[in-house]
């Protein structure tokens, strides 16, 4: 038997991984509700690895009581994260899971594109995802994990935002609302580049986008956490002093709905 691993976090996404870490040879010990993270620590000191895979939320709070011993083998997985995001708790060297296939409670996962991974434990997690026929890839070096997130990050705040106002699938949002979709695409990479601290390649990430559209063309836009996506993304607005009009428009136009 493979080393131990712990799970943090039951939901779909962690099912998926306790799935394909138990298929590839590992055993896994999920933190459920009840157990503190320094208990399951006390009985697993040195697992190969803490996957964290909790609601965006709970990220932070999360983070911040990762009990020591741990804190050096971790791994994240989660919309709208970036490196600030585990920096601000001292975690260094991550591993870190760009996660691209769906989950619905009952149904199996539905990739949408290969999933990128990056850190120490990259190798692990492609083999786990292997095991059950999910295609993922090792990317090489901290400036193509940053790409890769913030390319998901923009295509989940994009969908999710515009969907307030346009309902349907991607395929619909970009064919029918083009203009309004790179319009809001646009006021996110701003967002993206005041929080990474970097100037980023816009014409790539929306290319990234839209290979997203076509991997899923069916996909919903307006996801439950739609409101909270946007505003969290006027919070960072704001912040930064840009204008995204268009984020205004929709949330003003959200509130009348």
Excluded at 57 to 77: E, F, K, N, Q
Excluded at 124 to 141: E, H, K, T, W, Y
Aim: glycine share 8%.
């Amino acid at each position: 038997m493979k080393p131990p691993v712990v799970i943090i976090g039951i939901g779909q996404l962690a099912s998926v991984f306790a799935h394909g870490l138990l298929r590839s040879g590992h055993a896994v010990y999920p933190v459920n509700r009840g157990v503190t993270m320094h208990e399951m620590a006390q009985q697993i000191p040195r697992p190969a690895l803490t996957l964290v895979a909790v609601a965006e939320g709970d990220l932070h709070s999360v983070l911040d009581g990762i009990p020591a011993p741990w804190r050096t083998r971790m791994a994240l997985l989660q919309n709208e994260l970036l490196p600030r995001d585990w920096q601000q708790h001292r975690i260094t060297d991550p591993t870190v899971i760009a996660v691209w296939f769906e989950k619905k409670r009952g149904l199996d996962a539905r990739p949408i594109l290969p999933t990128p991974v990056f850190g120490p434990a990259a190798t692990m997690i492609q083999q786990a995802l292997q095991a059950i026929d999910i295609s993922s890839r090792v990317i090489p070096d901290e400036d193509a994990l940053l790409f890769e997130l913030v390319r998901k990050n923009l295509y989940i705040l994009t969908i999710n935002i515009a969907g307030i106002i346009t309902g349907g699938t991607v395929r619909e949002l970009w064919d029918q609302h083009h203009a309004l979709t790179l319009q809001v695409a646009s006021e996110i990479i701003a967002v993206q580049q005041w929080l990474t601290g970097r100037v980023l390649p816009a014409s790539q990430l929306i290319d990234g986008m839209i290979e997203a559209f076509d991997g899923d063309p069916q996909h919903l836009c307006m996801g439950r956490s739609a409101l909270s996506r946007l505003q969290r993304a006027l919070q960072h607005a704001d912040a930064a002093g840009l204008a995204a009009p268009t984020l205004r428009g929709i949330a003003a136009q959200g509130s009348t709905a």
